[in-house]
């Protein structure tokens, strides 16, 4: 059992086609980050469910910093409760053969780099189960300058970590007691976090209702539905204002001289110019052939 294995990452991870970290790793692009930084968890959401993500959400959780989001690339953990012979040989292997030093939560934050998110699995531990405490989310924030950590289990030191900027940690619980009585069986591995799971790679956003992992090979795509999801949201806000529209023809599927007045005001609008880089052909076409084939113009809600 070898742990951070690039062999490993590989086979999990075959609709990446992108640039990948040395250690296999997907590399989501930077701008992918940036802009998922402007979305919401629900705009995120919607894509994966369509595509069959359905387990990807997790909402019962905790964070340190409540008007924070958190953005960045996941690094995962899977601990289970310590059996003595199977802690030693797996402490020994990563501390002998790979080099690793301390113990299993510290090889994992020393791996850490800019934009990564520590997300572990610690089976919902919070006494003898704080996996970071002041020390240790400190070098989380100067390793990932913007990261973090989403943890199935405790932490301490919340006095401390809420006092790190540059920083968001989800969570389950506190407790003062450190972190005991646990072993490291996977590092970058398939990953539980409550009903949700987590692949090494992965982009997780979090905001106050919770966070949800967004596969690698998904994660354009999601980032420019929500944000064509959010500037027709405000072409429709602002045309519902000017009684141009009924919110049943904002909220159904849009007429062809619908979408062209968009277009137009998406052209010259100073709001959406943040937006410029959008292209609608797909949409147009899209839309097109489905009047074509309900040239009776039903009404389709496509809230």
């Known amino acids: 059992?070898?742990?951070?294995?690039?062999?490993?990452?590989?086979?999990?991870?075959?609709l990446w086609k992108g640039e990948r970290f040395p250690d296999g790793r997907p590399k989501v692009p930077d701008d992918i980050l940036q802009r998922m930084r402007n979305i919401t968890l629900e705009e995120a959401w919607g894509p994966l469910w369509?595509?069959?993500?359905?387990f990807q959400f997790e909402g019962d959780l905790k964070c340190t910093h409540e008007k924070a989001k958190l953005v960045g690339r996941a690094v995962t953990s899977v601990m289970v409760p310590m059996r003595p012979d199977l802690n030693q040989a797996l402490l020994?292997?990563?501390q002998k053969e790979e080099g690793r030093k301390g113990f299993f939560n510290q090889w994992v934050i020393d791996s850490l780099v800019e934009d990564d998110v520590v997300v572990v699995d610690l089976f919902d531990k919070v006494y003898e189960g704080t996996y970071v405490g002041g020390n240790l989310s400190t070098a989380i924030a100067a390793r990932t300058k913007r990261g973090g950590a989403v943890i199935w289990g405790g932490i301490r030191d919340n006095e401390q970590i809420v006092e790190i900027p540059n920083i968001q940690v989800y969570y389950r619980g506190v407790d003062p007691t450190a972190i005991a009585n646990v072993t490291m069986t996977g590092f970058n591995v398939p990953t539980r976090i409550g009903k949700a799971i987590c692949l090494p790679g992965d982009v997780v956003l979090g905001t106050i209702s919770g966070v949800i992992f967004v596969p690698a090979h998904l994660a354009e795509k999601v980032v420019v539905h929500a944000e064509k999801s959010h500037i027709k949201d405000v072409f429709g806000f602002r045309r519902l204002s000017e009684k141009k529209y009924t919110t049943a023809q904002i909220d159904s599927r849009w007429s062809m001289e619908m979408f062209e007045d968009f277009m137009e005001w998406f052209k010259t609008d100073p709001e959406a110019q943040e937006y410029?880089?959008?292209?609608?052909?797909?949409?147009r076409e899209e839309l097109m052939k489905w009047h074509e084939e309900h040239p009776e113009g039903k009404t389709e809600v496509t809230l």
């Open 1 to 14: 059992m070898k742990f951070d294995n690039r062999e490993d990452i590989l086979q999990i991870t075959p």
């Open 50 to 54: 369509s595509e069959g993500y359905k």
């Open 276 to 283: 410029a880089h959008l292209d609608w052909t797909e949409d």
């Open 92 to 94: 020994e292997y990563g």
